[in-house]
């Protein structure tokens, strides 16, 4: 499985992302999916553009996209690994998991993995509650990890 590939930065496509959704209710949060999926990240750059369209100040939008954590402001390094750290999977055993992928890709949770080939996030709930602790690798929900089949997960994001 490979990453997956973004366009580069334009503001023309911007603006023609944010045109495609601008009438929409409740606009924005739509436009920043479209806009990371289509950049990789949501660009510091589309944020006065989407403000103007959407009559919104800039300090809304920055808000928004810096307070929902699936926003990314800088493209990601490689396959992107979420981890869900949310009470349920805290309740089946997450916090060990974790370790064990934080020392299997050499950096702490929020972060690239050593080699720069994984993005290792924390995410607050995937809906796999009763399957978890859940993960999720570039779009992909696998639930039940459990530190040993942490190696294969790892492995897995790193091919």
Known sequence: ?????????????????????????????PILHALQHAFG?????????LAGALNLSRADVHGVVSFYHDYRRAPASGKVLKLCQAEACQARG??????EVEAAL?????????DGRVTFEA????????????????????????????AELVREARA
């Open 123 to 150: 995410v607050y709930c995937l809906g796999l509650c009763a399957s978890g602790p859940a993960a999720m690798l570039d779009g992909r929900l696998i639930g039940r990890i459990s530190p040993d089949r942490v």
């Open 1 to 29: 499985m490979q990453p997956p590939t973004y366009e580069p930065w334009s503001p023309e496509r911007a603006v023609e992302i944010i045109a495609l959704h601008a009438d929409r209710e409740g606009a924005l949060l």
């Open 94 to 99: 997450v916090g060990q998991v974790t370790k």
């Open 41 to 49: 990240h949501v660009p510091d750059a589309a944020v006065p553009l």
């Open 106 to 114: 050499g950096s702490k949770i929020g972060g690239p993995s050593a």
